[in-house]
Nanobody, 123 residues
């Protein structure tokens, strides 16, 4: 049974950094990614990474501030978030796909989802 469990969310101030993690089990995932959803807004793509970690893709809104990485030995996905802004406030979800996706930013391409972790950035 596949499980994705996020951790590391919290309340920070604008300009601060925060790291969230996703512990994966029960499968091998060629593509893993992060999405986020704020109240009243559709779930949006944040970042994704391939199996080897050499290929990654970011939403324009986070490019240069967020860094996605993975440790396959630990079956863990990470998202380092720097220079956080209030508009980054959302529930952050880990997502995984068994195959290497061609279109990484569409939620429908992912097979599995975590329960989410809240990130709140105060101004």
């Amino acid at each position: 049974q596949v499980q994705l469990v996020e951790s590391g969310g919290g309340l920070v101030q604008a300009g601060d950094s925060l790291s969230v993690s996703c512990a994966a089990s029960g499968g091998t995932f060629a593509t893993m990614g992060w999405f986020r959803q704020a109240p009243g807004i559709e779930r949006e793509f944040v970042a994704a990474i391939g199996w080897s970690g050499t290929s990654s893709y970011y939403a324009d809104s986070v490019k240069g501030r967020f860094t996605i990485s993975r440790d396959n030995a630990k079956n863990t996905l990470y998202l380092q978030m720097d220079s956080l802004q209030p508009e980054d406030t959302a529930v952050y979800y880990c997502a995984a796909a068994a195959r290497l996706l061609r279109i990484w930013y569409l939620p429908d391409g992912y097979d599995y989802w975590g329960q989410g972790t809240q990130v709140t950035v105060s101004s």
